[in-house]
Every structure is written in structure tokens, then in C-alpha cells.
């Protein structure tokens, strides 16, 4: 599960608020008998009050903490610069997940880094969408459906949904 810092009002949690939602995660996870996995997520590169080694640092010290309080894996989304990577990497305290997309690094870069898990989050779906606004507004525009080349056939959908 991914266990966010950031409010409703989308502001950056305490530290030891976001600790300890992550503490009672993991308390009612074992308490249930079911084993989960919580990415402990920090939001600190989403702040635009935070900027360069003070993000980097607010990063660090949420994810160290995070993980001390129960957290299987630091997620640090919103980061693409290799430097700035590396630096977490290397000051996090444990395995370090990034989110992929548009300007990051590919996955074998990443992995060398030592970054141990890599999301696309909403990046997929968003994918879709720019998909399908394109062959609307071609349908809408144009009347033809050229934007449909080069789609998943159904006998290709079938396949890979198993049936």
C-alpha cells in the first residue's frame, strides 16, 4: 500500500503524524494477520515552499523516519534528476522507490543507482486518456477514426486478459 504525507489541505503532514499512521498500519495489518507491504511516501518534492538541498533533506529525513516507523520502502515521487537520485539513494535508509515518466532515467539506469523499485503511477492511465481525447477530437474534428491505427486488436485484448 502506498501511505501518503500530504493533507487534505495538500500540505505536508507533521513527521510524526505521517510515523505514526505508518505505525498503526502496520499494527493493523499484523493485528488482522495479513502481511503488507507499505510504501511510505513523502510528498516533499511536490512542495514548492521547499526547494534544492532543503528538499532533498525534508525527502531524507521523512523517508528515514518513515521507514524507522514501519515502512517497507521509501516512495519519493516527482524526482528525475540522476544527482538528486543518487543523493537519496545514498542518505535513505533503506530501499528507495521513484516514480518513472517523461525525463527520468530508464529502468536499468535506475536499478543501477540502486533504486529498488519503480513506479508509473496514474502515468498509464493518463496515457489512455491523451489516447482517447485524440481520437475524439479526430472523430469530432474530421469525422475519420485514423487515431484508431495501431490499436490492441480484440483477439490481441483476449489474449492478454487470459480468455
Known amino acids: 500500500m502506498n501511505l501518503e ?11 510524526e ?10 499494527g493493523a495489518g499484523e493485528k488482522a ?18 526547494a534544492g538541498d532543503r528538499r532533498v533533506a525534508e525527502a531524507v529525513r521523512r523517508a528515514n523516519t518513515y521507514l524507522e516507523a514501519g515502512g517497507d520502502c521509501a516512495f519519493v515521487p516527482f524526482v528525475t534528476d ?10 535513505i535508509r533503506g530501499p528507495v522507490n521513484v ?8 529502468v536499468p539506469d535506475l536499478e543501477r543507482m540502486g533504486v529498488r523499485r519503480v513506479s508509473i503511477g496514474g502515468g498509464l492511465a493518463r496515457a489512455a486518456y491523451a489516447s482517447a481525447r485524440r481520437v475524439a ?3 469530432k474534428e474530421r469525422g475519420t477514426y485514423e487515431s ?11 489474449k492478454l486478459l487470459g480468455a
Open 5 to 15: 504525507d500530504t493533507g487534505a489541505d495538500g500540505k505536508l503532514l507533521p513527521v
Open 17 to 26: 503524524v505521517q510515523a505514526d499512521r505508518i505505525r498503526a498500519a502496520r
Open 33 to 50: 494477520g495479513v502481511p503488507i507491504v507499505i510504501n511510505a511516501r513523502t510528498d516533499a518534492f511536490a512542495m514548492t515552499d521547499l
Open 82 to 91: 540522476r544527482e538528486v537520485i543518487a543523493r537519496l539513494v545514498s542518505e
Open 99 to 106: 516514480l518513472a515518466g517523461p525525463g527520468a532515467p530508464p
Open 137 to 139: 477530437l479526430e472523430l
Open 148 to 158: 484508431l491505427s495501431g490499436a490492441v486488436t480484440y483477439a490481441e485484448m483476449q
